[in-house]
């Protein structure tokens, strides 16, 4: 994993499959999962997400398979807190950031739907799930970092006697990644936040939640970074990029009802309320922000984009690191062929003008 000060997360899914690719075969594809892992791994990614959901695979297991097949490609794992007990979830992370030499980071998404959450059984309001997640994640960091037994009174947990044998890999432990734009969920991510992420939201919007999250954080003495979700389409020339970006909206257009990426009646979280916002200001924004899959689906998670040449793109991720943003985690509409292309043509090029861009900051001062 690249020590530089920019970071590129990828995904990997447990098939071939998105918005402009119905779903088919087994829901856990072997192949898939490990052709991803290695051309993430080739590619010059630092780390790839497994996503969670009410309905999907195991994300703990997928990492696993991920990264036992690799050798340097961290993982970020999706998870829900609430539904292990914390001190279960704390040792399972650590126990396979052993496995995998340190590996691990955790992506903690409190869930912004009511009706998916019920799915698994959980029945508590939003600001309930906030303030749970709150205390989940103290007992988690406690359970990493005591050596010696701890108690924990909330109003979610009474955990007594709690300790574990087994700790982070690595001394600085194991990053912990936050997501969430509701008032609740800045509140905790001030708290807890390693690295805070954001949707592809427009530069103004980007600037005013980097703004919020650092206050929140000062209030803890905390500094978190900060990541943000896009969906790059590249091509040789800019016209050719458009072009693709138009095809793609028709294409996912015509398989909604074959991918399930249909626009909602109620758009039940603030990160989707806020690219959907975005894209009512119209479908290209700034110098080349797309909106048009976020408007299709209700922002149904990433789905805006950065549409032009690389060298274009890599321009634009430039000015978003000017804002704050040190990771990125980008995902095409064609997940294997596009996340090769992206370590091919797009992550050396970004890699490279943050470097120019830090050498002359640091020979300006």
Request: glycine residues 8%; without cysteine.
């Amino acid at each position: 994993m690249s020590e530089m000060p920019v970071e590129f997360i990828g995904y990997i899914g447990s098939r071939n499959q998105s918005e402009t690719i119905p779903p088919a075969g087994p829901v856990v594809d072997l192949n898939h999962v490990e052709t991803a892992a290695k051309i993430h791994e080739n590619g010059g990614f630092d780390r790839t997400l497994i996503a969670f959901h009410s309905n999907s695979p195991e994300s703990i297991l997928l990492a696993q398979h991920a990264a036992a097949v690799t050798r340097d490609l961290g993982v970020l794992i999706a998870h829900r807190p609430g539904f292990n007990a914390p001190t279960i979830a704390a040792r399972q992370f650590a126990t396979l950031d052993h496995l995998t030499r340190g590996r691990v980071a955790v992506h903690v998404i409190t869930g912004g739907s009511d009706v998916e959450l019920q799915a698994d059984g959980d029945h508590l309001t939003k600001a309930e799930r906030y303030a749970r997640t709150s205390e989940y994640l103290d007992i988690v960091r406690a359970e990493w970092d005591s050596h010696t037994p701890f108690d924990y009174s909330g109003r979610f947990y009474d955990v007594r006697g709690a300790g574990s044998l087994v700790h982070p890999y690595r001394e600085g432990g194991i990053p912990v990644y936050f997501g969430g734009s509701s008032a609740e969920a800045i509140a905790v991510a001030g708290r807890h936040a390693d690295v805070y992420a954001l949707w592809g939201e427009t530069y103004e919007q980007v600037s005013e939640t980097v703004q919020r999250v650092r206050a929140s954080a000062a209030r803890h003495g905390r500094a978190p970074r900060f990541s943000l979700s896009l969906r790059p389409i590249v091509a040789d020339t800019e016209e050719a990029a458009w072009a693709k970006a138009d095809h793609i909206l028709e294409t996912a257009r015509a398989l909604q009802a074959r991918t399930g990426y249909v626009r909602a009646a109620e758009i039940p979280n603030e990160g989707s309320r806020r690219l959907l916002a975005a894209a009512a200001q119209g479908s290209r924004l700034d110098k080349r922000l797309w909106t048009g899959i976020a408007a299709l689906t209700g922002a149904r998670g990433n789905s805006t984009s950065l549409v032009g040449t690389p060298d274009q793109v890599a321009e634009a991720l430039l000015d978003y690191y000017r804002l704050g943003i040190s990771t990125f985690l980008i995902r095409g509409f064609d997940p294997l062929l596009d996340a090769y292309e992206y370590g091919r043509d797009l992550i050396p090029r970004v890699r490279a003008l943050i470097a120019a861009e830090d050498g002359q900051v640091t020979a300006a001062a």
